[in-house]
């Protein structure tokens, strides 16, 4: 028993040992070629976002037109997406983005192995050592690297390897499906472990791919040879590597942040950061998300390169490396006239699209209200006439709704067409009589420990916001079991005195174009999921509703000139607070009010560099 107990603390001992080694190691590896790592990065940014958006916007365009449309939103993308045309346009980004990714993963991972070996080298070899990765990348034996960089890393890799825009980012109404579904939740959750366990075992197949003569399939088997016995370390090693990350990073940013507060205090006049904590904490955001994008990539490549030859036997350091890798070392005089016709071309280019699309960034923006989605649902059950008196009593001004129809025709409030996850009772609307449905009790467990919540109407809602000078955002939840839903809506919205102070939204054009037949007075929002180019020659809108990963400045611009207002939803994280209110989005929907409302007071709407700044950091940081 003694023997196991000292084994066991002997392993532990001997983990933070090794730790504390690649620790030591990985900071020998930065500091080497620190200059040449540090301008090759903002290299790799510039062409991350200018690169990618050119391609995007040329690819999207090509699609658009072989298809016939101008806009694509949730209901015509299946038409949109499996055109011929616009399956080739997909492959060509989702390669150019990898391609992207790759040329600075390959620099990286060249400078910090060349280092290792204790080999010379400087920028110009880093290029090179790019330029041969994405050529290497370009062989039909590596196409698997797509899948394996837009899915794979995304979605189980903690570690951030590249400044580059490309991400797997689940939008919040698809999260929050999934995590209310138990199927979906348990498949969602095996898919995840199964890529996690994967990428484990493959995690040095990128240092392989780029480092030697493989292809990307065969670097994934010796990926796992040589981590074999190695995946709890491995494992436990990227972890701490990450906490570590986090610390530094929050550390670093937390002290810029304050003299920076007290510098800009000492030319104004103030009594420097105890009358400045609000904008702290926007400068907190701002520079940790600027390290973060910046040096965790750096930091994360110098790392796994030094457990990379820790794994390799010492004496073969040099010959696990390709002839091809030390012969980067020397770039050609064509790869430097290469790196300055870029460099020239991303500068032209950057200063093009600013000046043609952006120019209406010097104008200061207005703040946005907000919208307390399903009420205020952080604080009591969604959808309750309690939810949207505890909004109405923080000083919301509109609140957000969804309807359906019961049996005998009456108007609910309910977001899902059963009453399963709210009370436990798979009662679907549609079956049941509203006097059934109102004798179900909520679950206990819901926000707010409130007793006897029933299900409420339409009119009690609206006759509620009326009273209390709320305006409403009614989303119609239409099913085919619903008899003139829409006559049914205006009719209780009429009988409230309430036409002026509803919008009406849905995710299907035609109970909004009902609903414009019907009054044509009555305000209706489209509410997309996904809203790609010139949603805006959708002319029967009068507003727009946008899941907030849609929302970029300019297409807020356009709608703006064309005197459409947008509301976006949910924003839970106030971290997106200050780019949402720089983009001038008119509303933003999300279940918590109180802590989004603070996070606008806290926002700059500043118009000028300040705009572009907050905006090209979100921008340049969404996925790290």
Same mark, same amino acid.
């Given at each position: 028993?003694?023997?196991?107990?000292?084994?066991?603390?002997?392993?532990?001992?001997?983990?933070f040992?090794?730790?504390?080694?690649?620790?030591?190691?990985?900071?020998?590896?930065?500091?080497?070629?620190?200059?040449?790592?540090?301008?090759?990065?903002?290299?790799?940014?510039?062409m991350?976002?200018?690169?990618?958006?050119?391609?995007?916007?040329?690819?999207?365009?090509?699609?658009?037109?072989?298809?016939?449309?101008?806009?694509?939103? @949730?209901?015509?993308?299946?038409?949109?997406?499996?055109?011929?045309?616009?399956?080739?346009?997909?492959?060509?980004?989702?390669?150019?983005?990898?391609?992207?990714?790759?040329?600075?993963?390959?620099?990286?991972?060249?400078?910090f192995?060349?280092?290792?070996?204790?080999?010379?080298?400087?920028?110009?070899?880093?290029?090179?050592?790019?330029?041969?990765?994405?050529?290497?990348?370009?062989?039909?034996?590596?196409?698997?690297?797509?899948?394996?960089?837009?899915?794979?890393?995304?979605?189980?890799?903690?570690?951030?390897?590249?400044?580059?825009?490309?991400?797997?980012?689940?939008?919040?109404?698809?999260?929050?499906?999934?995590?209310?579904?138990?199927?979906?939740?348990?498949?969602?959750?095996?898919?995840?472990?199964?890529?996690?366990?994967s990428?484990?075992?493959?995690?040095?197949?990128?240092?392989?791919?780029?480092?030697?003569k493989?292809?990307?399939?065969?670097?994934?088997?010796?990926?796992?040879?040589?981590?074999?016995?190695?995946?709890?370390?491995?494992?436990?090693?990227?972890?701490?590597?990450?906490?570590?990350?986090?610390?530094?990073?929050?550390?670093?940013?937390?002290?810029?942040?304050?003299?920076?507060n007290?510098?800009?205090?000492?030319?104004?006049?103030?009594?420097?950061?105890?009358?400045?904590?609000?904008?702290?904490?926007?400068?907190?955001?701002?520079?940790?998300?600027?390290?973060?994008?910046?040096?965790?990539?750096?930091?994360?490549?110098?790392?796994?390169?030094?457990?990379?030859?820790?794994?390799?036997?010492?004496?073969?350091?040099?010959?696990?490396?390709?002839?091809?890798?030390?012969?980067?070392?020397?770039?050609?005089?064509?790869?430097?006239?290469?790196?300055?016709?870029?460099?020239?071309?991303?500068?032209?280019?950057?200063?093009?699209?600013?000046?043609?699309?952006?120019?209406?960034?010097?104008?200061?923006?207005?703040?946005?209200?907000?919208?307390?989605?399903?009420?205020?649902?952080?604080?009591?059950?969604?959808?309750?006439?309690?939810a949207?008196?505890?909004?109405?009593?923080?000083?919301?001004?509109?609140?957000?709704?969804?309807?359906?129809?019961?049996?005998?025709?009456?108007?609910?409030?309910s977001?899902?067409?059963?009453?399963?996850r709210?009370?436990?009772?798979?009662?679907?609307?549609?079956?049941?009589?509203?006097?059934?449905?109102?004798?179900?009790?909520?679950?206990?467990?819901?926000?707010?420990?409130?007793?006897?919540?029933?299900?409420?109407?339409?009119?009690?809602?609206?006759?509620?916001?009326?009273?209390?000078?709320?305006?409403?955002?009614?989303?119609?939840?239409?099913?085919?079991?619903?008899?003139?839903?829409?006559?049914?809506?205006?009719?209780?919205?009429?009988?409230?005195?309430?036409?002026?102070?509803?919008?009406?939204i849905?995710?299907?054009?035609?109970?909004?174009?009902?609903?414009?037949?019907?009054?044509?007075?009555?305000?209706?929002?489209?509410?997309?999921?996904?809203?790609?180019?010139?949603?805006?020659?959708?002319?029967?809108?009068?507003?727009?509703?946008?899941?907030?990963?849609?929302?970029?400045?300019?297409?807020i611009?356009?709608?703006?000139?064309?005197?459409?207002?947008?509301?976006?939803?949910?924003?839970?994280?106030?971290?997106?607070?200050?780019? @949402?209110?720089?983009?001038?989005?008119?509303?933003i929907?999300?279940?918590?009010?109180?802590?989004?409302?603070?996070?606008?007071?806290?926002?700059?709407t500043?118009?000028?560099?300040?705009?572009?700044?907050?905006?090209?950091?979100?921008?340049?940081?969404?996925?790290?």
């Amino acid at each position: 028993m003694t023997n196991k107990k000292n084994r066991k603390k002997y392993s532990i001992k001997l983990l933070f040992q090794n730790f504390g080694s690649l620790s030591k190691n990985t900071l020998f590896l930065l500091k080497q070629n620190f200059k040449a790592v540090i301008l090759y990065a903002l290299l790799c940014a510039a062409m991350s976002i200018v690169l990618t958006d050119v391609l995007k916007e040329v690819l999207l365009q090509i699609a658009l037109k072989a298809a016939g449309m101008t806009f694509v939103s @949730l209901e015509n993308l299946p038409s949109f997406i499996f055109k011929p045309v616009s399956l080739i346009c997909l492959f060509i980004f989702f390669f150019g983005v990898t391609l992207i990714a790759l040329f600075e993963i390959g620099g990286m991972l060249h400078v910090f192995a060349m280092g290792q070996v204790g080999r010379d080298t400087d920028f110009s070899a880093m290029v090179s050592s790019g330029i041969r990765t994405c050529r290497k990348a370009l062989k039909p034996a590596n196409w698997f690297l797509i899948l394996y960089m837009i899915v794979f890393l995304p979605l189980t890799q903690k570690l951030a390897l590249s400044t580059s825009t490309f991400g797997f980012i689940i939008p919040e109404f698809i999260d929050q499906a999934i995590s209310e579904n138990t199927t979906y939740l348990t498949i969602y959750s095996i898919v995840v472990v199964l890529l996690s366990v994967s990428s484990t075992i493959w995690f040095f197949s990128l240092n392989i791919f780029v480092l030697q003569k493989y292809n990307f399939v065969e670097s994934c088997r010796k990926s796992a040879r040589l981590n074999k016995g190695h995946y709890l370390d491995t494992v436990i090693f990227v972890s701490i590597l990450s906490l570590c990350c986090d610390i530094i990073i929050n550390s670093l940013a937390g002290a810029f942040s304050v003299n920076l507060n007290d510098f800009a205090a000492s030319f104004s006049g103030s009594d420097g950061i105890l009358s400045h904590e609000m904008q702290v904490g926007s400068y907190l955001f701002t520079i940790k998300r600027i390290i973060r994008y910046l040096i965790s990539p750096i930091l994360n490549h110098a790392a796994t390169t030094s457990l990379y030859f820790r794994y390799t036997e010492e004496k073969d350091m040099i010959s696990v490396l390709s002839p091809e890798v030390f012969k980067s070392e020397k770039p050609s005089q064509r790869q430097k006239y290469f790196v300055i016709a870029l460099l020239t071309f991303l500068i032209v280019s950057g200063s093009f699209i600013f000046i043609s699309n952006f120019s209406f960034l010097k104008d200061p923006v207005e703040t946005p209200l907000v919208v307390a989605h399903r009420g205020d649902n952080y604080n009591a059950p969604e959808n309750t006439l309690e939810a949207f008196q505890l909004a109405a009593y923080e000083n919301v001004k509109w609140v957000e709704l969804d309807v359906h129809q019961t049996s005998d025709g009456v108007l609910v409030i309910s977001h899902d067409d059963s009453m399963l996850r709210m009370t436990g009772q798979d009662y679907k609307i549609y079956e049941h009589t509203y006097d059934e449905l109102k004798k179900l009790k909520f679950k206990s467990d819901l926000p707010g420990n409130y007793e006897n919540v029933t299900i409420p109407t339409l009119k009690e809602v609206l006759e509620f916001c009326r009273d209390y000078g709320v305006n409403v955002q009614v989303e119609i939840k239409e099913t085919k079991y619903d008899h003139n839903l829409e006559e049914g809506i205006l009719a209780v919205i009429n009988e409230t005195k309430m036409h002026d102070n509803v919008l009406i939204i849905c995710l299907h054009e035609k109970p909004l174009k009902r609903m414009k037949e019907l009054d044509p007075t009555i305000k209706v929002a489209y509410c997309m999921t996904l809203a790609l180019n010139r949603i805006e020659d959708n002319e029967w809108s009068d507003w727009f509703s946008l899941e907030e990963n849609n929302v970029t400045p300019e297409l807020i611009h356009r709608l703006h000139q064309q005197g459409k207002k947008v509301t976006t939803w949910v924003s839970d994280v106030e971290d997106n607070i200050q780019y @949402l209110v720089s983009c001038d989005v008119d509303f933003i929907g999300t279940d918590n009010p109180i802590l989004i409302q603070n996070a606008i007071d806290k926002a700059n709407t500043n118009g000028g560099l300040s705009r572009l700044f907050n905006i090209l950091i979100h921008r340049f940081s969404v996925n790290n």
